[in-house]
């Protein structure tokens, strides 16, 4: 269930930075509740939804919920340094407010994932909008079969959420797959040393009859999709979180527009045999 705590879409609520958290070099995790205690109450989102966090004087920046619904006074946020607004927030610590609009988008399909194998594919920093889909599962553990996931890096000293890693490793039926592109010296990797489909070998064979769920690097996306129905995975069980630079998150800009989908309304989550004709398509 989602649910707009305010009348107005445009207007930013205030938030208040409870904790911070450095998750890697330029990654950090914000986590924030709302001010107002019945707007903190009315909150509810769901997987896969983002939030437009607006810095006072600076601007604002759509970010992807990474926290689990069942607590939704406690709102997470995973968030690379690369621009204006990302290199303000890095600067903000406990008690520091920002504004906060949503939540928006569509996210992942997890009613219709019950009872079926889970496969959750992702890279780099762009593991965050699976993130919370992959806390809802794991929360949930009884209501979900076999779960895999597999993430895959540029080198191991970009991997993030080291600690819920080994954390969702331990969970029943769950496995944790994971991939660095380039091997470094000193820092034990243990993973794969590849692409992230190289994993794919390794996952349970019960999981690609059930539901996959990626994001990432879009290059990344179509090639895993395409494999992915090579190994079994029915088109319409596969699930992408596309990313653009969403301004408004309602449909208004068309700044995120892609072909006749808006990602900020229509996804961020998309059925991959909608966005499948685009994604070869240069300039999309």
Known sequence: MTKIPSSNPYLPLVAEVVERIEEAPGIFTLRLWLRDPETRTAYQFQPGQFNMLYLFGIGEVAISIVSDPK???????????????TKGLVRLGRGDTLGLRGPFGQGWPMEKAKNKGLLMVTGGVGCAPATSAIQYAIQRRADYGPLAIAHGVRRPSELIYTERFRSWESAPQ????????????????RGEVGLVTEVL????????KGIAMMCGPEVMLQAVAEELMERGILIENIYVSMERNMQCALGHC??????????????????????????TVKGY
């Open 71 to 85: 607590d939704p006074e406690i709102i997470d946020h995973t968030i690379r340094a690369v621009g204006r607004v």
């Open 174 to 189: 769950t496995q944790v797959l994971l991939a660095a592109s380039h091997a470094e010296p000193g820092w034990g990797w």
């Open 201 to 208: 070998d390794d996952v349970h064979p019960e999981v690609f």
């Open 254 to 279: 068309g700044n995120c527009q892609f072909g006749k989908e808006f990602l900020c309304k229509d996804g961020p989550v998309f059925p991959y045999p909608r966005v499948r004709p685009l994604l």
